[in-house]
């Protein structure tokens, strides 16, 4: 699910990166602001940083004695994303195993949907595996499937996030293209 959040973060510039005209120094702290953005990908409690939407406010320099880096307290918007237990979503398949597969969802690159949520499909081996339901629909590589989050883990070492999905309840599977 896709959140606005309130962020209030420092960010450090450079004594070269400093200029005595206004407009410069914002460029600079908006620069250095979607570099740190990028960089810490995302957080326990907001999800992934997709985009900043609206630089609210900078606060007042405090200059660094020991490397003359000036630190700037700022304020922000931001969009994020994050899975949520109970949430129904769509993903793609990027890897089919003997005991389920994995889908991509947005940036989440690690959701697990086990043989054992996917009620009567059965697993075909072969160059191209897939899983295979009694009504004809197909589990395969490139698939959409909708799902529904069962639980979700956040990683530290790795900032980011795993999910276990399921395919019991109405309306869950693969997504057929009309």
Known sequence: ??????????????????????????????????????????????????????????????????????????????????????EILKGVVHKVLKHGVFLKCGPVQNIYLSHLKMPDYQYLPGENASFIHDRHSNIEKDVEIRFIVIGTKWMEAEREFQALVSLEGDYLGPVSSI
């Open 1 to 86: 699910m896709f959140l606005k959040v309130q962020l209030k973060w420092n960010v450090i510039i450079s004594p070269e990166s400093l200029e005595a005209e206004g407009l410069l120094l914002q460029k600079a702290i908006v620069v250095r602001l979607l570099d740190d953005f990028a960089r810490k990908k995302a957080t326990d409690d907001v999800g992934y940083f997709m985009a900043v939407t609206t630089l609210e406010s900078i606060g007042d320099a405090k200059v660094r004695q020991s490397t003359g880096e000036v630190l700037f307290p700022v304020a922000f918007s931001a969009i994020t994303f994050k899975l949520f237990k109970g």
